[in-house]
């Protein structure tokens, strides 16, 4: 069997030939098939596949092999990958299965039809592999979004197939139309990740394919998909959900009884229609959330949390100014990450009250305001923190001018107040620039943390100390 320049692999040929005598010779070829295919992954795949002109038994050697990782960087000379990757999926030994079909396409001169290439390698892969199966285009070697929208133009929709055996299976496709199975189960999967697609039903196929045909689901990460405006998940064994820059999203409804962590990232800030969510997860332990509609939930909006749990592991929440009452549905976070805006003119976020929690972490962004009044402001409502971790980011980010009631102003008397943190035992300042108020804020807290043991300061120049 040959691999030319274009991609094409032949048929295989199991036929006999050689000489006899010269492969008694040949103690490479003598190793039992294990050694063999041991050798074989060592090499890109498109050199393992070359290797079946050595000899007889190296003929069907390759077609073996347990990870077929197509990568166009590794193939440089073949001028036709998409032939590359469907010679060799048909190739492959028909009595053995495909645990791993990793596919990857960085290069422009790689792409070709890329839908073709998506679909071939889908349908070929789906019924035999039984671990994961990757496909990779990555938005410098195919766009769709970019395209000119024509009805006369090539095809721009993936029919996916059901991978009944596959364990995870992620695909990123800048502005395919994606559409799931109508039929069939993805019976094992555990994993699954979706990038860069659009979907044309409005979210109707995933949320079916997740509720229905995704019985053993784990991980589920949807990132930069277009189309979706109600995403409705009913998935008991679903263990971790990120939702990112979904865009359009209207309605979100998550019922998982097993679920243990969520992100929201902007999804319901790409739409300006009313917006409506729903979670029963009574077992969740970490919520990430950086969306709306919470600053907008009095404009027609509908929130219903009937199955959240009070109390969670940990607590994200970016932008406080914007998301303060999300902080209302609990009643302790062990771990409470805000991102706190230094600079506002009704100052809500420091009349918000915190949930109990163990370890704070406050992430400010100076934009050249103090920052020791706001932190002390929030340390008043941490009396029971036993660990702090403050990062401070020094660059500027949405600048907004300093003003008399600006919240690094207030309290002006913050350096003498006095802050019950009987509690705290280890203090964490990441981005310490060594400002008068960075080192007036690092008193205050050592002085009223009388229990206070350890103090671990990093900066950019220095590094990390502890004292």
């Not at 299965?97 to 990793?102: A, H, R, S």
């Not at 009070?310 to 932008?319: A, E, G, P, Y």
């Not at 035992?425 to 229990?451: H, P, Q, Y």
Request: hydrophobic share 40%; glycine share 6%; aromatic share 6%.
């Amino acid at each position: 069997m040959a691999l030319d320049g274009s991609g094409e692999v032949p048929a295989r040929d199991v036929s006999g030939g050689g000489d006899e005598e010269s492969r008694h010779h040949d103690r490479i070829s003598d190793l039992p098939d294990s050694l063999l295919l041991q050798i074989l992954m060592l090499l890109p795949l498109v050199e393992a596949v070359r290797t079946c002109v050595l000899s007889r038994r190296w003929r069907v050697a390759w077609t073996r092999l347990p990870r077929l990782a197509f990568d166009d960087d590794a193939a440089p000379r073949v001028s036709r990958f998409g032939n590359l990757v469907d010679g060799v999926l048909r190739g492959y030994a028909d009595d053995v299965d495909m645990p791993d079909v990793l596919i990857s396409v960085r290069r422009l001169s790689s792409a070709g039809d890329a839908v073709r290439l998506a679909t071939s390698a889908a349908r070929l892969a789906a019924g035999r592999v039984t671990a994961r199966f990757y496909l990779y285009l990555s938005y410098a070697a195919v766009n769709l979004y970019n395209d000119v929208e024509d009805e006369n133009a090539a095809a721009t929709t993936l029919q996916l197939p059901c991978f009944p055996r596959a364990t995870e299976f992620a695909l990123t496709f800048m502005g395919v139309d994606l559409r799931m199975p109508n039929a069939g189960t993805f019976a094992k999967l555990t994993k699954m990740f979706i990038r860069g697609v659009r979907f044309t039903d409005d979210g109707e196929g995933i949320s079916t394919a997740v509720s229905r045909r995704c019985p053993c689901l784990e991980v589920l990460l949807l990132h930069r998909v277009r189309g979706v405006k109600v995403l409705a998940l009913l998935a008991q064994s679903l263990l971790f959900l990120r939702v990112s820059l979904v865009m359009q999203l209207q309605r979100l409804q998550v019922v998982a009884g097993s679920l243990r962590e969520m992100q929201v990232h902007r999804c319901f800030s790409r739409t300006t229609a009313p917006t409506s969510m729903l979670l029963n997860v009574p077992v969740l332990e970490e919520l990430h959330w950086e969306d709306y509609p919470y600053p907008h939930d009095d404009a027609g909006n509908n929130i219903s949390l009937c199955g959240l749990p009070s109390c969670l592991q940990k607590l994200v929440i970016v932008d406080l100014s914007r998301f303060t009452k999300i902080l209302q549905h609990f009643h302790r976070a062990d771990t409470l990450r805000l991102e706190i805006p230094i600079a506002l003119a009704d100052h809500a976020e420091l009349k918000v009250e915190l949930p109990y929690h163990s370890e704070l972490e406050l992430v400010v962004y100076t934009n050249q305001h103090k920052i020791g009044p706001t932190i002390v402001n929030f340390l008043k409502k941490s009396s029971c923190v036993r660990k702090l971790t403050l990062q401070i980011y020094h660059g500027e980010i949405d600048y907004t001018p300093c003003m008399s009631d600006c919240n690094c102003r207030r309290p002006s008397n913050w350096r003498r107040q006095n802050i019950s943190l009987v509690s705290l035992k280890w203090v964490v300042i990441n981005g310490f620039g060594g400002t008068r108020d960075e080192e007036s804020l690092l008193c205050s807290i050592m002085k009223n943390a009388k229990g206070l043991s350890k103090v671990s300061i990093a900066s950019s120049v220095y590094g990390c100390q502890s004292i």
